[in-house]
């Protein structure tokens, strides 16, 4: 079946550094791509997304491409903030009913 | 803003225990799942509904039923609480309309403690 698998964490970080948390996918058909967000103590937000090849979602400076050649959508941010410090659940929209197919999550810790 | 609220942040029951998690979401939305987080597990689906009295099993319903008797509320139900069910619960939704984006909107979650 789908799935999705995300680089283990923790991932520790000095602020204004450069962050990349790997992301590939499996999937039949052309799934739509997703990385959200889950800051201490809240629900997940959705960060970024992508819907087919080639597209780049980006918000808030973080930034990943849809690459069907390598099944990927890996999540960059050119320097990380303090702010930035959450878990990051990587995830794909596959079959009927919109259901989401998530990744494990990665949680980043951003130090002064 | 739309809005997903869950009944409560902490709750700790017993085992055999029947156990509500409720969730409202205040956006008409037709969708509402409810998912497990786990460490290293990441999401798992245990059930969603996409109109009122409808229901569909995700991936891990054992254990588990819903009830989605009005549009905005989506309640889970734990049977007979176990130990294996301690786990954080987040509720969600998503607009009939708004399907290519799949944003679907979470509540804060509820941390279930079995005993």
């Known amino acids: 079946g789908d799935s999705v698998t995300q680089m283990e964490g923790p991932v520790t970080l000095s602020e204004e550094a450069f962050l990349t948390i790997n992301c590939t996918y499996t999937a039949t058909g052309y799934p739509s791509l997703f990385w959200y967000v889950q800051y201490p103590g809240e629900g997940l937000q959705l960060l970024l997304k992508a819907t087919k090849a080639d597209d780049k979602g980006s918000n808030k400076g973080f930034e990943a491409t849809y690459r069907k050649e390598t099944t990927s959508f890996h999540l960059e941010k050119g320097s990380v903030q303090v702010s930035d410090s959450a878990v990051y659940f990587c995830?794909?929209?596959?079959?009927?009913?919109?259901?989401?197919?998530f990744g494990a999550g990665t949680r980043l810790a951003v130090h002064p | 803003d739309v809005k997903v609220t869950q009944s409560s942040r902490y709750l700790v029951k017993r085992t055999g225990e029947k156990v509500f998690l409720e969730c409202v979401q205040d956006?008409?939305?037709?969708?509402m799942f409810w998912y497990r987080q786990d460490p290293g597990l990441g999401l798992r689906l245990i059930y969603f509904?996409?109109?009122?009295?409808?229901?569909e099993k995700g991936d891990i319903p054992e254990g588990y039923s819903v009830s989605r008797e009005k549009k905005e509320r989506f309640s889970l139900i734990l049977e007979s609480a176990s130990t294996n069910q301690t786990s954080m619960y987040l509720c969600?939704?998503?607009?009939?309309?708004?399907?290519?984006?799949?944003?679907?909107?979470f509540g804060p979650g509820t941390r279930l403690t079995v005993t």
């Open positions: 956006m008409d939305h037709e969708n």
């Open positions: 969600a939704s998503l607009s009939g309309s708004d399907l290519l984006s799949y944003e679907q909107y």
């Open positions: 995830a794909l929209a596959s079959g009927g009913y919109n259901k989401l197919i």
């Open positions: 509904s996409y109109d009122v009295k409808m229901k």
